[in-house]
């Protein structure tokens, strides 16, 4: 894979292919495009037990934007930013992803 440069801690990864904002803003459409072309039995479905299922993992990614967005203004805004994490599970649980 390619390797690019965090426009925030300015370090090399290896994880994205290509402008990690340039990633983030094709998300949407890239993922409009898998759904549009997965049928819905297969992206309700748990590859493993404990796994998630591409429905899960979509509502997931809707609960990171917020949190990201969130976590963005307060780097921004706040001089020495409390950065806090949220239990994943138990928001799948509470706004039922599945």
Request: net charge positive.
């Amino acid at each position: 894979m390619a390797s690019s440069r965090c426009p925030i801690c300015k370090a090399p990864h290896r994880l994205l292919k290509g402008n990690p904002i340039r990633v983030l803003k094709g998300t949407a459409r890239t993922l409009a495009g898998v759904v549009r072309w997965t049928r819905r039995p297969l992206l309700a479905r748990r590859p493993r037990p404990g796994e998630w299922s591409g429905v899960e993992v979509m509502a997931h990614l809707a609960d990171v934007e917020v949190a990201a967005a969130f976590r963005m203004r307060k780097i921004v805004a706040e001089p020495r930013p409390l950065l806090t994490a949220f239990d994943q599970e138990a928001w799948a649980r509470a706004f039922r992803y599945h």
